[in-house]
């Protein structure tokens, strides 16, 4: 009521005092967002400006950058390291995400049922998303380890041979993507839970009386009803997956062979153990453009869809 008080005073009064009263709220507006706003500036628009001009530099970390134009971004073009990472990556995401989603989806179908135990098995599922990375990527190396870890008993117990998770690169890459799968499904399960409980019964007794069965109601209702969730979950995981870093370290450091090397792991390596910080400036320029054009063409993707 009192909104609609002042908004009525306000279409009531004199135009200058109109325009006095919008350019006071406007100001106001400006003051209360003026603390997220320098927050943004200091750990994002300024590390993303100086970003930019360090990868058109030769930058060692000491001394002054000097300016070399584009020569850093000619150089990623040839540059085979570069390309290996990227494959690495778009493996790791193309392989890790559409899991991640999947099994999230499928744990959040079983546990939004009525089961023993259930908010127990939720949080169970949940638990890997809040512990640190590094503590994943211990778990994970002593799981693959080659020589007493569980996964290779688990395959001796079942007849299976051994495998080299980190002599060999595929099994490690594997064993990256699987601990990547564990981190995510509680996340996934979470947002998918959230958008089951937005969904309305009654659409459920529509259908029901309709005598659909379980899996026309999956894929004729819930499924195109949870489309804005997924496509959320899917930008999120896009973009994690473009920055992981931490299990790589802690778990094969890039190895065997830079089999499981990724762009933020190459990077790293470059600016800070090379100290080329201006080659991995423009890696980071590339790694934002890459995400970004991928999160455009999934925007695009679901604005369709939504307008179909």
Not at 75 to 95: C, E, H, K, M, Y
């Amino acid at each position: 009521m009192a909104l609609v008080g002042s908004a009525a005073a306000l279409r009531d009064a004199p135009r200058p005092v109109r325009r006095t009263r919008r350019r006071g709220e406007a100001l106001a507006g400006l003051v209360l967002a003026a603390p997220a706003l320098a927050v943004f500036a200091v750990f994002m628009f300024v590390p993303l400006g100086m970003t930019a001009y360090y990868s058109l530099t030769r930058y060692t970390g000491f001394g002054k950058p000097r300016f070399q134009g584009l020569d850093n971004f000619v150089q990623i073009g040839s540059d085979p390291l570069f390309w290996r990472a990227l494959t690495n990556t778009a493996v790791f995401t193309v392989v890790s995400v559409p899991l991640s989603v999947l099994g999230g989806l499928g744990l959040a179908l079983l546990l939004n049922r009525h089961l023993p135990g259930r908010g127990l098995l939720r949080a169970l599922f949940y638990v890997p998303v809040v512990i640190s990375a590094v503590s994943a990527g211990i778990i994970a190396r002593w799981i693959f380890n080659e020589n007493f870890g569980v996964a290779n008993r688990l395959l001796s117990g079942l007849g299976l041979p051994e495998v080299g998770w980190q002599t060999d690169g595929p099994a490690a890459l594997a064993s990256v993507i699987a601990v990547q799968v564990w981190t995510s499904l509680g996340f996934a399960m979470v947002v998918y839970l959230a958008g089951l409980q937005g969904i309305s019964g009654e659409v459920y007794e529509a259908a029901e009386l309709d005598g659909a069965g379980r899996w026309r109601v999956l894929r004729s209702i819930t499924w195109p009803l949870l489309g804005p969730t997924t496509f959320f979950i899917l930008v999120y995981m896009v973009i994690t997956s473009f920055q992981v870093f931490d299990v790589v370290v802690i778990m094969t450091g890039g190895g065997p062979q830079n089999a499981t090397t990724f762009l933020v792991n190459y990077a790293y390596d470059t600016g800070f153990q090379q100290r080329r910080q201006g080659y991995a400036a423009a890696l980071g320029v590339v790694l934002f453009a890459i995400v970004m054009a991928l999160t455009l063409l999934q925007w695009r993707a679901g604005r369709r869809r939504d307008l179909a």
